[in-house]
Structures are given as C-alpha cells and as structure tokens.
C-alpha cells in the first residue's frame, strides 16, 4: 500500500503533478514570516526530544491538546516529555481534517522519514526513533533549516531588541541568510498608560535619545531603523486587532502623545487617534527606509484571562476578530499614498468576511512602480489550512495578480514548520493543474504556468524584498 504522505499527495491530476515536480519541488525557501528564535540558531540548538522540539512552543497544538481534554500538565505543564508525546499521539487521531493532522505527518516523513501514521499503539516506538535522530548532529537547528533548503528566513524582533544574535548568525557564515524583521505593535498599545510608557522609557534607553514628546519619539524610531537596517533588516511587520476609522492628524497625535506620557489616561476615542497616528507615522517611516511592510489584522489576542495569567501570551487563546477593517485603513494608505509615502505593502486579514475587501483594498494603491507592490498576503493563523489557502488563492486570482504573489509563509515558532512550503506549493499546483484539465487554462501555455508557480514558490520574494 502507497504511504500516506507519498511523492503525489494533493496532486491529483497529470497536470498538477508535473507542475509541482518539474517547477516547484526544488526551489530553495524564502520564509519571510517566522516567530522562530534566533538565539536558537545562533547556538545551534539540539533539540533534546521530540516533544521539545514539537510541542514546547506550538499554541496549535496546544488549542488541540485541550479541546481533546487533555489537562494543562500534559500540555504546559510539568508531566514528562514521554507522557506529552503519548497524549499528542493520542490526539493526533482526533484532528483529522485539521491542518494538524497533514502538517504532523509531513514532519515525520521530511525530517525523519517516517510513514507510520501517528497513534497512541505506536508512540514509544515513533519518540524513541526521533529522539535517537535528534542527538546526531545533522539534526542541530541550523542543519534542520538546510535540511529544507531555506535560503532566507526574516525573524520578528522588537524595536529595542539587541539583534545580538543575528549579529552572531552573519559573522558565523552560516548559509542560510537570518535577517531581522522591525516589530513596533507595543506603540500602538495606546489604551495602556502604564504598559505604553514603560516601552517608551525602553525605547528611549536603548536609542539614547529622551523621548519627550513626539518628535523625539520619530528621532529615537528612526535610530533604531537604522540599526536594524545595518543588521539586515529589509522588511517590517505590524500586527493589528483592526485599523482605527477615527481622525488624526498631526496636531492631534503630538498633543495625544504629550498627554499619555505626562501619565493622563485617554478616553477611547482618544486612544484610537493616538494609535492611528502612530501606525500612520510608522508606515511612513518604512517607506523613508526603503522596505517592505506587512499588515497583519484580524486578531483578538489573549481570550482566556486565566490562562493569560499563568501562562502568558501565544498560548494557543487567541482567536478571530470581528471589527471593521475597511474605512480606517483606507485613510491611511491613501494619506499616504498621497504623501508619496507608501511603501512595498503586503496586508493579510484573519477574518474570512475581510478576504476580498483587503484583496480589494490592496490593489486600490498600486502605481505601476514596480509589479506587485501591493500585494494580498498569504492564507494566515487560522486561515493557513487547505480551504483557508485555496480561497486566498482563488480570491487573489480573481481580484487581483497571482503571478505576482510572494508565496508562501511560516508564521511559525517551529524549526519543522517548512513542510508547510511545500504543502501550499502542492495545492497551488494542484488548483493551477485542475483548470488546465477543466480548459480554464490552456495546456499549450504549460511552461509559461510552470514558470508562474516558480515564481510564486521563490523568485517573486526574492525580488519584491530583494534578498
């Protein structure tokens, strides 16, 4: 009997399967979204079990875990690393049409050729043949990430984080480019007073400039862009619930700022402008630097009060947003756009009835600079599963370019996450491969498609972040 995972899976016609093997299956990776640590790969971690590699930092596990009832000790909690895993082999069954369940055994198969099919009967057996393989040295971090063939990973780093590491990572020549993202989402905690000055007294610190009202705030941002841009920075990424339909300008910002940071509270009103302001200032500022930006929106973080406070965040209790997404961002593009300050954009929506409004959205600003300047992102967070990834695709189609997207993501903390590459490639080419079969697309322009997914797969990143 063939594998489960075997060299055809999602593919399912002649014409999908020699897209993915002739133009997709070797292209190196640009994973130009990740949540992974590069104190880790600075150091070459070796992962001491299988359990800490997979389920020490992986919320979607952990979401499965306790809607399957497994109780907090196996999953956060204390119990041994041999009881996590019998409990994740035990769940594993139960997830079937959950993304968890492909992405699960793809791992195996790519990083441990396994074929098994993970269960309860066979998870001492499967442990202790990862575990032996994960004690060789083929299996540190940076060997896992070449394994892949990742050629470009991008981290997601805070304003005042040291890059200590990925200063490290470069002058070790290591092959695989590991190149800090600017992070700045703890500005636009505007409805914090407490929370907002702290990292603004940090901010202020780590730059060396004393922030005293807004303009030292831009002074002090515009240090640290600089920083990080020596260190290899060529992208930022800002991560909001919605984006606020209320009006700023200037003014407003400057006197908001002042207020906040003499220790005053801001009505939600207030609170809303500061933080518009601030994301405006903040995408300005991307474009005086030259790099891409990304808008991730859609999410409600921290649901679960009681986990929160035992736990902390990304602990797998966060969900999907509800808020108006439309009016207030086009204001902001569109101020800036008008300014000439808009820069490389792509915008990603959490919330499936904000698919084609942001697809839309995007397309609205392109200027015919460059192909794909604003772009409609990649299937995210809960959306990242075959019917979340074949809407945005097919959304992307009809609305806008596909042959000029930049592909696919991680948003991941997982050093195996990289099966999730090729499991997008697969179902790209097999929607590509089942309108040729349809007469949706010719046959006779194989090559040309061919070369689109190619693109789609590694050279459209490349250029559009110019890596």
């Given at each position: 009997?063939?594998?489960?995972?075997?060299?055809?899976?999602?593919l399912?016609n002649d014409y999908?399967?020699?897209?993915?093997?002739?133009y997709?299956?070797h292209?190196?990776?640009i994973?130009y979204?990740?949540?992974?640590?590069?104190?880790?790969i600075?150091?070459?971690?070796?992962?001491?079990?299988?359990t800490?590699?997979w389920?020490g930092?992986d919320?979607?596990?952990?979401?499965a875990l306790r809607?399957?009832?497994?109780?907090e000790?196996?999953?956060t909690g204390?119990?041994?690393d041999?009881?996590?895993?019998?409990?994740?082999?035990?769940t594993?069954?139960?997830?079937?049409r959950?993304?968890?369940?492909?992405w699960?055994?793809l791992?195996?198969?790519?990083?441990?050729?396994i074929?098994?099919?993970?269960?309860?009967?066979?998870a001492?057996?499967?442990?202790?043949?990862c575990?032996a393989?994960?004690?060789?040295p083929?299996?540190?971090v940076?060997?896992?990430?070449l394994?892949?063939?990742v050629?470009v990973?991008?981290?997601?780093?805070?304003?005042i984080?040291?890059l200590e590491?990925h200063k490290?990572i470069?002058?070790?020549?290591y092959a695989v480019?590991v190149?800090?993202?600017?992070?700045?989402d703890?500005l636009?905690?505007?409805?914090?007073t407490?929370?907002?000055?702290?990292?603004?007294?940090?901010?202020s610190?780590?730059?060396?400039?004393?922030?005293?009202d807004?303009d030292?705030?831009?002074?002090?941002?515009?240090?640290?862009?600089?920083?990080?841009?020596?260190?290899?920075c060529?992208?930022?990424?800002h991560?909001?619930?919605?984006?606020p339909?209320?009006e700023?300008?200037?003014?407003?910002?400057?006197y908001?700022?002042?207020?906040?940071?003499?220790?005053?509270?801001?009505?939600?009103?207030?609170?809303e402008?500061?933080c518009?302001?601030?994301l405006?200032?903040?995408?300005?500022l991307n474009?005086?630097?030259?790099?891409?930006?990304?808008?991730?929106?859609g999410a409600?973080r921290?649901?679960?009060?009681?986990?929160?406070?035992?736990?902390?965040?990304?602990?797998g209790?966060?969900s999907?947003?509800?808020?108006q997404?439309?009016?207030?961002?086009s204001r902001?593009?569109?101020?800036l756009d008008?300014?000439?300050?808009?820069?490389?954009?792509?915008?990603?929506n959490?919330n499936?009835?904000?698919?084609?409004v942001l697809?839309t959205?995007?397309?609205n600003f392109n200027?015919g600079?460059?192909?794909?300047?604003m772009?409609?992102?990649?299937?995210?967070w809960?959306?990242?599963?075959?019917?979340?990834?074949?809407?945005?695709?097919?959304?992307?189609?009809?609305?806008?370019?596909?042959?000029r997207?930049?592909?696919m993501?991680?948003d991941?903390?997982?050093f195996?996450?990289?099966?999730?590459?090729?499991?997008f490639?697969r179902?790209?080419c097999?929607i590509?491969?089942?309108?040729?079969?349809?007469?949706?697309l010719?046959a006779?322009?194989?090559?040309?498609?061919g070369?689109?997914?190619?693109?789609?797969?590694?050279?459209n990143?490349?250029h559009y972040?110019?890596?």
């Open positions: 009997m063939k594998p489960f995972i075997h060299d055809d899976f999602l399912e999908a399967r020699r897209l993915y093997h002739d997709a299956e292209m190196p990776i994973d979204h990740n949540h992974l640590s590069p104190k880790m600075a150091e070459d971690y070796q992962f001491r079990t299988i800490e590699l389920l930092g919320h979607y596990k952990w979401r809607a399957n009832g497994v109780v000790e196996c999953i204390d119990a041994p041999r009881e996590k895993f019998r409990v994740w082999a035990r594993l069954p139960y997830t079937m959950n993304p968890l369940y492909h699960t055994q791992e195996l198969k790519r990083y441990f050729g074929d098994d099919l993970l269960c309860e009967k066979n001492d057996e499967i442990y202790d043949k575990n393989m994960l004690s060789q083929e299996f540190s940076k060997n896992l990430l394994r892949m063939g050629e990973l991008c981290t997601t780093d805070d304003p984080d040291s590491y490290q470069a002058a070790s020549g480019k190149l800090p993202t600017w992070r700045p703890k636009l905690n505007t409805s914090d407490v929370a907002f000055n702290a990292y603004v007294d940090a901010l610190e780590v730059s060396g400039i004393t922030i005293t807004f030292s705030l831009v002074e002090a941002l515009r240090l640290r862009q600089k920083f990080f841009a020596e260190c290899g060529r992208l930022s990424d991560g909001v619930s919605y984006v339909n209320v700023f300008n200037e003014e407003s910002t400057s908001l700022f002042a207020k906040i940071r003499s220790g005053e509270e801001l009505n939600a009103t207030e609170s402008c500061l518009g302001g601030i405006h200032m903040l995408l300005g474009a005086d630097m030259g790099w891409a930006q990304q808008l991730h929106i409600i921290n649901n679960n009060l009681r986990l929160f406070r035992s736990l902390g965040p990304d602990i209790c966060d999907i947003a509800d808020g997404v439309a009016q207030g961002l902001i593009l569109g101020r008008d300014k000439g300050k808009l820069t490389r954009t792509i915008i990603y959490l499936p009835k904000d698919s084609a697809a959205m995007a397309y200027d600079t460059e192909p794909g300047k772009q409609y992102g990649a299937a995210w809960f959306l990242d599963q075959m019917d979340g990834m074949t809407e945005q695709i097919n959304i992307l189609s009809s609305l806008g370019l596909l042959s997207f930049v592909g993501l991680t991941s903390r997982s195996v996450s990289y099966t999730r590459h090729e499991y490639r179902l790209l097999n590509l491969g089942a309108d040729i079969e349809a007469g949706l010719p006779s322009e194989l090559e040309f498609i070369n689109m997914v190619a693109d789609i797969s590694y050279n990143a490349k972040f110019g890596f």
